[in-house]
């Protein structure tokens, strides 16, 4: 296959900071400067009866959607989780959606177990990019630590491909590089630079992963966006 670009993206809610008094900024237009063919965002809003933040990315830049609603929310006075998925309260649902520009099978959900004292349902969302080389794609966006997010090493068995498979894992992993390492052990992380908090960042908690038989360019951090995350980027070619 030839090489695509991968990217990850935690929107919060489509909101700007706190600081910034949780104002909404344009998505569209920062997905449009991160311009990559598969791209995973979290924290995904959808209001009661309208379209969700990542439809209207997909339908101004010509992106298949597929969305996962993990809990229930609010976003005024500011955005917080109020419920599980499918619970009568709040005013929508919050979660993950994996947006696609190039050829690809289907999307699966691959719903993990509780985790302590967790607001949210995790989901690992997977496709296989078929042009060529088979490359298997997955997003997550994974628990704290304090929710002892490291039992995903035996969570995710199952889950994600073998090694030995040309694939890559990205998302909002809210652990640092050498945590995911050993959660996810024989992946390799490509970016390597801070994306949290965005305005100064210090720590990064959004990850590209790949396996040994995937080679991964162009990998970046990418100033785009009024969320407290900053996106994060890669080009990517199985062998």
């Excluded at 791209?39 to 969305?67: K, T």
């Amino acid at each position: 296959m030839s090489s695509i670009t991968v990217g990850s993206f935690n929107i919060q809610w489509g909101r700007q900071p706190a600081s910034e008094s949780f104002e909404p900024f344009d998505v569209v237009d920062a997905c449009r400067q991160l311009d990559v063919d598969v791209l995973a965002l979290q924290e995904v809003w959808r209001p009661d009866g309208e379209p969700s933040v990542a439809e209207q990315v997909a339908g101004e830049l010509g992106y298949e959607c597929h969305q996962v609603w993990t809990a229930r929310a609010v976003v005024k006075p500011r955005p917080h989780l109020v419920g599980r998925a499918g619970e009568a309260v709040g005013d929508g649902d919050w979660g993950q959606a994996l947006l696609t520009r190039v050829p690809h099978g289907p999307v699966t959900d691959h719903r993990l177990e509780g985790f302590v004292f967790d607001a949210t349902d995790r989901v690992v969302m997977t496709t296989e990019i078929v042009n060529g080389e088979p490359l298997v794609v997955c997003a997550s966006h994974f628990p704290h630590l304090e929710h002892l997010s490291p039992l995903l090493r035996w969570r995710l068995r199952g889950v994600l491909p073998p090694k030995e498979r040309p694939a890559v894992l990205m998302g909002d992993l809210n652990m640092w590089r050498w945590t995911a390492r050993l959660v996810v052990p024989g992946w390799r992380d490509t970016v390597r630079r801070a994306t949290w908090p965005s305005r100064r960042p210090t720590f990064q908690i959004d990850h590209v992963l790949a396996t040994p038989s995937v080679d991964a360019t162009d990998a970046e951090v990418v100033r785009a966006g009024r969320s407290d995350h900053l996106p994060v980027r890669a080009r990517v070619l199985a062998r």
